[in-house]
């Protein structure tokens, strides 16, 4: 089989890239959103990005580097951002769609681990998991916050993860319909957990990488902002 090019296996076929939809939901990325977008477009054409309502430059970068750049008029949190870039994704046709943070924590080559079971029919739904894969850079503090939140999704979601609050997912079309995020703040990651639980779609854990630097880091979630997370998720809960 000599002169064949080697098939990369972190790319899915060029059809099958074209039916993915990327969506970012994006708040003050400016620093690392241009080099975010342009790595992902350079396999998959399809990228949403959402600006929740940036102070900074974030949505003339979007408008730059990819034709589907959204805007919240204001900071709906990242719930909303991502509710608004699935449903655009399925009115444009989308067969799969990926969740992926703007932040450079993330992996492209993890987009197609996601969505390969999907595609083979193993599953609707594939969600990251970093305890499964990698961390890079990761603090002890952030650690210990996130395997609490593993231990809170066990008791109160009744579903066995290794990692409650990724931001790597991947979702058939069909799967995608039947999300609804109606907690715009962080607790959707939780709101997503049971939707998908309760959801009769077959689900996965694959191993991702998640790569901390200063800039993600100084937005991610403090120990009293977990505790605000779950308050809000519990009442969200009580109210639906």
Same mark, same amino acid.
């Given at each position: 089989?000599?002169?064949?090019?080697?098939?990369?296996?972190?790319?899915?076929?060029?059809?099958?890239?074209?039916?993915?939809f990327v969506v970012i939901a994006a708040?003050?990325?400016?620093?690392?959103?241009?080099?975010?977008?342009?790595?992902?477009?350079? =396999?998959?054409?399809?990228v949403v990005v959402v600006d929740d309502g940036s102070s900074d430059e974030t949505h003339e970068i979007a408008k730059q580097h990819t034709g589907f750049a959204l805007r919240h008029a204001i900071n709906r949190g990242q719930g909303a951002a991502l509710q608004t870039g =699935?449903?655009?994704?399925?009115r444009r046709g989308a067969r799969f769609v990926v969740t992926?943070?703007?932040?450079?924590?993330?992996?492209?080559?993890? =987009?197609?681990?996601l969505v390969e079971p999907i595609h083979r029919g193993e599953c609707e739904i594939v969600l990251g998991s970093r305890f499964l894969g990698e961390t890079i850079d990761m603090p002890r503090s952030r650690r210990i916050t996130l395997q609490l939140a593993v231990l809170f999704t066990r008791a109160v979601?009744?579903?066995?993860l290794t990692d409650a609050h990724n931001g790597l997912r991947a979702f058939s079309r069909k799967a995608a319909k039947k999300i609804d995020i109606t907690l715009d703040r962080m607790?959707?990651?939780?709101?997503? =957990?049971?939707?998908v639980a309760h959801s009769g779609l077959t689900f996965k854990e694959i191993p991702v990488q998640i790569r901390y630097t200063e800039h993600s880091l100084a937005k991610g979630q403090s120990s009293r902002g977990a505790l605000r997370i779950v308050f809000h998720y519990l009442v969200g809960r009580v109210m639906r």
């Open positions: 089989m000599s002169g064949e090019t080697p098939k990369n296996p972190s790319s899915p076929p060029p059809e099958v890239a074209r039916d993915v708040y003050n990325e400016g620093p690392c959103l241009a080099e975010v977008i342009q790595a992902v477009r350079a =396999i998959y054409p399809h =699935i449903e655009f994704s399925l992926f943070d703007g932040d450079g924590q993330h992996r492209v080559e993890d =987009i197609w681990a979601n009744r579903v066995n607790a959707h990651a939780s709101e997503l =957990i049971d939707q």
